[in-house]
């Protein structure tokens, strides 16, 4: 079954702790990305990656990191610098290009407690 | 101004009637245009792609496109309660950032 897996699907965080994120798909596409969704707010663009061990920054950045050392995965860490990270992680794939579909995973609902 | 805006809602329509949804865009250089539909607390699933001015139909849905007014629509005819959702528009660049950006979404209710 091809598809792109996102886990945990939900996530405790506590102040001060890095959290990673999982983004794993087996669909054979060159570039993922990841996205922060806040209640009834659209999508916002953290980090992409078009190839493995490149990736670039978002529009929100700042607090998270990435790292794309195989084709299949795009973890995403949420550090301790990022000051309000309680909300809706999506990772999402494409082929390579501007007129290709991006595919979403369930998503990840990350809480700091 | 945003990149891509949408009108935030809710947009009601009874049961069996066309539901409109409109998007308007500020970067010249998108090229790609995309329709997800949201239930509320899972993740966007594609429903329409649209690259060339004009309309593309797709069973129940079109989605029209007006490059030169940066403006991109997405009707859906028999409207059903299935359908409630929000529906966010999402665009692309040719070159540059190839990233969708997202419009923050349109709550669609369809009413029994």
């Known amino acids: 079954d091809g598809g792109i897996t996102q886990s945990p699907k939900y996530l405790f965080r506590k102040e001060g702790q890095n959290v990673t994120l999982s983004c794993e798909q087996n669909l054979n596409h060159d570039a993922m990305y990841w996205y922060r969704q806040d209640p009834g707010q659209g999508l916002r663009l953290i980090y992409y990656s078009q190839i493995v061990n490149d990736f670039q920054k978002g529009d929100i950045a700042e607090g998270y990191s990435v790292s794309r050392e195989k084709k299949e995965s795009f973890p995403l860490t949420v550090t301790s610098a990022q000051k309000n990270p309680t909300a809706f992680y999506l990772c999402?794939?494409?082929?390579?290009?501007?007129?290709?579909?991006?595919?979403f995973g369930q998503g990840t609902r990350l809480t700091v407690v | 101004q945003k990149e891509v805006e949408q009108n935030s809602g809710p947009l009601s329509v009874p049961e069996g009637a066309i539901a409109s949804l409109n998007c308007t865009y500020s970067?010249?250089?998108?090229?790609?245009f995309f329709w997800y539909r949201q239930y509320s607390g899972k993740s966007p699933e594609l429903i329409m792609s649209?690259?060339?001015?004009g309309d593309k139909e797709d069973g129940r849905f079109t989605a029209q496109l007006n490059k030169a007014s940066q403006y991109v629509s997405l009707l859906i005819r028999d409207s059903q309660p299935s359908d409630s959702a929000t529906y966010l528009c999402a665009v692309n660049r040719d070159t540059g950032r190839r990233a969708l950006t997202f419009g923050s979404g349109t709550r669609l209710q369809v009413q029994p």
């Open positions: 999402a794939s494409s082929m390579e290009g501007p007129k290709t579909e991006a595919f």
């Open positions: 970067d010249r250089g998108s090229q790609s």
């Open positions: 649209i690259y060339s001015n």
